[in-house]
């Protein structure tokens, strides 16, 4: 359990630069930050459960289409979190396209690498 809630830490803060660094991303919420860190839960909870296995199970269609499928599923489970953050706590992140959830994707992978790195997750 301790790990899933600094898996959530990290994610947040990821997502926070994202939508700070990003005009493409908007977090909705009084602070702003409840948005990001409602977002930043279903992420972790993605990550956690079906990513895994949706990105096994489509691993024959981004190799064929040189890892562009991957982007695409990216950005479904960006849209899925920032669905489920308004539809069950009315804050959240506001994606507007495609491209701004690949360049947030980046952002997030990059900064919750270090972050991680730096806590030592």
């Known amino acids: 359990m301790s790990h899933f809630v600094s898996r959530w ?3 947040t803060i ?3 630069v994202m939508v700070a660094l990003l005009p493409g991303m908007e977090a909705v919420g009084e602070p702003p930050i409840l948005g990001i860190a ?3 839960l279903f992420m972790a909870l993605i990550n956690a459960s079906i990513k895994p ?3 096994v199970l489509a691993l024959p269609i981004s190799i064929v289409s040189f890892g562009l499928f991957a982007l695409i599923l990216n950005w ?5 979190a920032s669905w489920l953050a308004f539809t069950l706590f ?4 506001i994606i507007h ?3 701004w959830s690949v360049l947030g994707s980046l952002i997030m992978a990059i900064v919750s ?3 991680g790195d730096v806590i030592g997750e």
């Open 14 to 16: 990821a997502a926070g």
């Open 90 to 93: 009315d804050v959240g992140v």
């Open 53 to 55: 296995v949706v990105h």
């Open 97 to 99: 396209g495609f491209w």
């Open 9 to 11: 830490l990290v994610l």
């Open 76 to 80: 479904l489970f960006m849209q899925l």
């Open 38 to 40: 409602a977002f930043s």
């Open 113 to 115: 690498s270090i972050v």
